[in-house]
């Protein structure tokens, strides 16, 4: 504080010509966030790995196990959604429904696994309910489930990280994944079921008008 006040005092004192250069003092808060380096999927799929093994070792349900992995996914959601906002400009936060899931599903996802997600729909059954599809969810593409967790979904860890964004956004919901038959042997689609609690539909409504 004390050197900026200085600076400021004496600055005003130089001659006019002294100011053919002005110098600003940048603070550290103001500078950009580095956009950091991406890391290499082997090395992703190796960390992503140790990660189901270690908490396969403290549960004994699939059910358990993806909690589990759905847990860490939040906490890694709630952090991205921080870094993400830093980054923008504006440090804008989305208000609307529409918007925050179009968010996470083009701009988050990009960031996270190198590109948008493959589907956004919302549900003709429940007006609390949306549907993100990801043909090739990373978290599954280096995981061999074996036949006793034949059930097991890895993307529960990004269902996580979807619900710790929209939590940290605050738009809680509760996210899971799924896994869905398509015409193609073998590779089947994930997708992320997005429902909301009954405040933020209501709170939605409100917002945009719709009834």
């Known amino acids: 504080f004390w050197f900026v006040f200085v600076f400021g005092m004496t600055e005003r004192k130089l ?30 799929s190796h960390l992503f790995s140790e ?4 908490c396969r ?18 906490q890694v959601g709630i952090r991205q959604l921080e870094l993400l906002a830093s980054r923008e400009k504006n440090n804008r936060k989305e208000t609307n429904l ?32 949306y549907f993100i ?20 979904n890895c993307s529960s860890f990004m269902a996580g990280i979807v619900q710790g964004m929209l939590t940290a956004a605050n738009f809680p919901a509760t996210v899971t994944a799924h896994t869905v038959a398509t015409e193609v042997v073998h590779r089947p689609r994930t ?8 405040h933020v539909i ?3 409504r409100k917002l945009t008008g719709v009834q």
Do not use: C, M
Request: charged share 30%; no cysteine.
């Open 15 to 44: 001659p006019e010509r002294a100011h053919s250069k002005k110098r600003t003092i940048t603070s550290v808060v103001d500078k950009p966030i580095p956009q950091g380096r991406e890391v290499s999927l082997s090395a992703f």
């Open 133 to 152: 599809s990801d043909r090739d969810p990373l978290t599954n593409l280096f995981i061999s489930v074996p036949k006793e967790l034949g059930q097991l």
């Open 191 to 198: 997708v992320f079921v997005v429902r909301f609690d009954p």
């Open 57 to 74: 070792t403290r549960v004994d349900t699939v059910e358990a196990l993806e909690g589990r992995l759905s847990d860490a996914g939040f």
């Open 202 to 204: 209501e709170r939605d």
């Open 98 to 129: 529409i918007q925050i899931l179009q968010f996470i599903h083009t701009t988050a996802w990009r960031v996270l696994f190198g590109k948008p997600a493959d589907g956004l729909e919302k549900s003709t059954e429940r007006p609390d309910e």
């Open 51 to 54: 990660l189901v093994q270690y």
